[in-house]
């Protein structure tokens, strides 16, 4: 098993920052990518940005390319999401999501592990 938990959610201005941490415990060694998504209140589910976890490779959304950058620290376990000129459109719950093979990363549902999500929201 793997454990996900998320840190660095809160309120901010239009045009400002948030950084977002996620590390994981456990069976580390297993996971193959590990990805951040977003749920906005009557909203499906949405992949936002997915890093290789030995490689580093990294893939994004269109609504947020050139905006989010994705990070890994991987003698820390941690994988992190710097969101920057953020827009209302951006507020939602943020799940670090991690999965144990090559798969498609933008589909939700070939991740194994998620975690509790933190609210992120962008005030106009």
């Known amino acids: 098993q793997v454990q996900l938990v998320e840190s660095g959610g809160g309120l901010v201005q239009a045009g400002g920052s948030l950084r977002l941490s996620c590390a994981a415990s456990?069976?580390?060694?297993?996971?193959?990518?590990r990805g951040w998504f977003r749920q906005a209140p009557g909203k499906e589910r949405e992949f936002v940005a997915a890093?290789?976890?030995?490689?580093?490779?990294?893939y994004y959304a269109d609504s947020v390319k050139g905006r989010f950058r994705i990070s890994r620290d991987t003698a820390e376990n941690t994988v992190y999401l710097q969101m920057n000129s953020l827009k209302p459109e951006d507020t939602a719950v943020y799940y670090c999501?991690?999965?144990?093979?090559?798969?498609?990363?933008?589909?939700?549902?070939?991740?194994?592990?998620w975690g509790q999500g933190t609210q992120v929201t962008v005030s106009s």
């Open positions: 890093i290789s976890w030995s490689g580093g490779s990294t």
């Open positions: 999501a991690a999965k144990t093979m090559y798969s498609r990363v933008e589909v939700t549902t070939n991740y194994n592990y």
């Open positions: 456990g069976r580390t060694f297993s996971i193959y990518s």
